[in-house]
């Protein structure tokens, strides 16, 4: 899943993005409605992480940006307004989920999960292929029987494989809904972590590489 926070408390923002991160989230931040808009249009970010109040671009312009291009993103909206009035009008904007400051880490992290799920096909429980099964919600995997402890990315990076089902996803793609906008386009991250997988998962292989193409499970 990859989130965008647009936030413009600097430490607030940072500190939602490495909690985030720590639950295996892809994120990228900014600090102002321009900065949001323009991420959003280079981007596919499966949540909004979107506090009302920015400047440059107010957040109530941003959501309504976001509604009006019939992207598939989801919203969350922040905001220290507490009255059920305020609410409503973010909701009326086009704001899938309204959350008011402060507010508990915790009830945020499921609040962005349960919207990323809405963002594009429900997940069955767990996912199964060739002999694999990744729970997404206890990040556990098992292989024939077998416990498999992966790191955060090597988690995600079969995860994506596992929803593809079959398809091939090009190192491109993988690269954009597992690491952040920082990550260097040119790096060789998604190959070294694939061979890390491929080493935990163990014999016989069951991810493949496509020459020139990707990589899948088939």
Not at 175 to 192: A, G, M, Q, Y
Request: charged letters at 30%.
């Amino acid at each position: 899943m990859r989130v965008l926070i647009a936030e413009d408390e600097r430490m607030l923002a940072d500190s939602i993005a490495d909690g985030l991160r720590s639950e295996a989230l892809a994120v990228d931040v900014v600090y102002d409605g321009d900065a949001a808009l323009e991420h959003l249009g280079v981007n596919d970010y499966d949540v909004l992480v979107l506090d009302r109040d920015l400047p440059v671009v107010h957040g109530d312009d941003v959501c309504r940006a976001v509604v009006e291009s019939g992207a598939l993103v989801r919203v969350l909206m922040l905001t220290a307004a507490v009255t059920v009035p305020a609410r409503v009008d973010g909701l009326r904007l086009g704001a899938d989920d309204y959350l008011t400051k402060p507010f508990a880490f915790e009830e945020l992290v499921a609040r962005v999960q349960a919207l990323g799920r809405r963002a594009r096909p429900a997940d069955p429980p767990t996912l199964e292929r060739a002999g694999i099964r990744l729970d997404p919600s206890r990040r556990e995997v098992v292989r024939d029987g077998r416990y498999v402890h992966l790191a955060r990315k090597e988690f995600g990076l079969l995860a994506e494989l596992m929803r593809a089902d079959g398809a091939i996803m090009s190192a491109e793609r993988l690269l954009e809904k597992v690491w952040d906008e920082h990550t260097d386009p040119f790096t060789n991250t998604v190959r070294v972590t694939l061979m890390k997988l491929r080493r935990k998962l163990g014999d016989p292989p069951v991810i493949e590489t496509v020459p020139g193409v990707g990589y899948r499970i088939p």
